[in-house]
């Protein structure tokens, strides 16, 4: 109770009705002390019966819109926002419907698609998506068109501010999307490729820390 306590003036700032504020502050304190995104978790670490605690959560994300509170924590003085792909693993939920397999191809698992800003050296979510292989197969979707619609979602937001992602995104259907969406975007590279100037000589890409450097 303590924790629910504590979080609930933060989660009243989210949250336009009070009544839900409330319910979300549970729903909350038990993710912080069961350290776990799984529902059965979360409802055995809340206050009372894990059956009771089980349904409640569940009204509580049938009433809510998890994605519009997240773009309520977007913070406007950011420089860039962050976009990064997790694997989420469910090796016991086989019968879960929207669990399919990771990149290993055995893992049970699905992928969280986070976006976020920095904040004193940590990340603040405001946006994401969830998708698997087995979603994928049954919407006859692709990767990619998760991708786009993350992006999609705080397009308005991030108006001149990079979109920054990891080397993964460096596929040219993605880099095309953003050019066409007029998205500024920074994608790290692997290590390996040699870059040279005009003359031939090799380019260290690297950069010390508050440096800017412009490379044609």
């Not at 292989?133 to 501010?161: C, D, M, P, W, Y």
């Not at 460096?170 to 590279?189: A, C, D, H, K, Q």
């Amino acid at each position: 109770m303590d924790k629910c306590t504590q979080v609930l003036p933060f989660l009243q700032d989210l949250f336009d009705d009070p009544a839900i504020a409330r319910k979300g502050a549970l729903v909350v304190a038990g993710i912080m002390k069961s350290r776990s995104p799984r529902l059965s978790e979360i409802a055995r670490e809340m206050a009372g019966k894990e059956a009771a605690n089980y349904k409640a959560i569940q009204r509580f994300l049938e009433g809510t819109d998890p994605r519009e509170v997240l773009l309520r924590l977007f913070r406007e003085e950011a420089s860039f926002v962050i976009g990064d792909p997790t694997e989420m693993p469910r090796p016991q939920a086989k019968k879960t419907e929207y669990v399919g397999t990771l990149s290993d191809g055995e893992t049970k698992g699905y992928w969280l698609m986070l976006l976020a800003t920095p904040y004193h050296g940590r990340a603040i979510p405001c946006g994401f998506v969830d998708y698997s292989s087995k979603t994928i197969n049954r919407e006859a979707t692709s990767r990619n068109q998760h991708h786009f619609a993350a992006f999609g979602q705080v397009k308005e937001l991030l108006g001149e501010r990079p979109l920054v992602l990891d080397r993964e995104f460096s596929y040219l259907e993605l880099l095309e999307n953003l050019v066409t969406e007029g998205v500024n975007f920074v994608i790290r590279l692997k290590v390996g490729p040699s870059f040279c100037d005009r003359e031939g000589k090799p380019v260290i890409l690297s950069v010390q820390k508050g440096e800017t450097r412009i490379l044609n």
